[in-house]
């Protein structure tokens, strides 16, 4: 399964998603996007952007994998961000790990406010969530432990999924991505 695009496919269609994922209150309207950090062509895994342009901004990066240099990474994606852009509005740094352990620890800055770093792990943050039905179902087969259970537990998932109420055109993109 490709992570990245299925953590993209997600937050493009449900933005709020990440809102409820992190337990952070929306300060308005926001949309999602993959943005191009121009003088080094880095593409971040996300950027959530207010629609009226005075909230927060918002990074995302969704790792999966051993990078020891994760943070500085990050953390010079975002700081490029700036450099090229007038509006300085506050930040938050959003590190989502697809397990705990793929976090180095070792994020070298600490954060002044208005600006903070949040780490999240999937299968923590999904847990907390219960069995709320949710677009972050489709997160589910991540963090699914026995694989084996996957044919069973897909059809369930798809009628959580149905059970919110959605239109019919996003219930066919969320169950594409579940499946």
Same mark, same amino acid.
């Given at each position: +399964? ?5 953590? $993209? ?5 449900h ?9 952070l ?37 969704? #790792?999966? $994998? ?35 352990? $793929? ?34 179902t ?8 026995d694989?084996?259970?996957?044919? #069973? ?23 594409? +991505?579940?499946?």
């Amino acid at each position: +399964m490709k992570t990245d695009s299925l953590f $993209y496919e997600l937050f493009k269609l449900h933005p709020a998603s990440l809102f409820e994922l992190a337990g952070l209150e929306a300060d308005g309207e926001y949309v999602f996007e993959s943005i191009t950090v121009k003088s080094t062509e880095k593409r971040m895994d996300g950027f959530f952007r207010s629609t009226d342009g005075s909230g927060r901004n918002i990074f995302l990066e969704v #790792q999966g $994998y051993d990078d020891n240099a994760i943070y500085w990474r990050f953390l010079r994606e975002i700081s490029v961000y700036y450099e090229l852009t007038e509006k300085r509005l506050p930040f938050v740094a959003v590190i989502l790990f697809i397990d705990e352990k $793929y976090d180095p620890k070792n994020c070298p800055v600490k954060f002044v406010s208005p600006n903070r770093l949040i780490r999240l792990y999937l299968p923590k943050c999904l847990k907390a969530l219960g069995n709320k039905a949710s677009p972050l179902t489709v997160l589910k087969p991540i963090v699914l432990s026995d694989k084996e259970k996957l044919p #069973q537990a897909v059809p369930k998932w798809k009628t959580e999924i149905d059970s919110m109420k959605l239109p019919e055109s996003t219930n066919k993109v969320l169950w594409k +991505m579940l499946s």
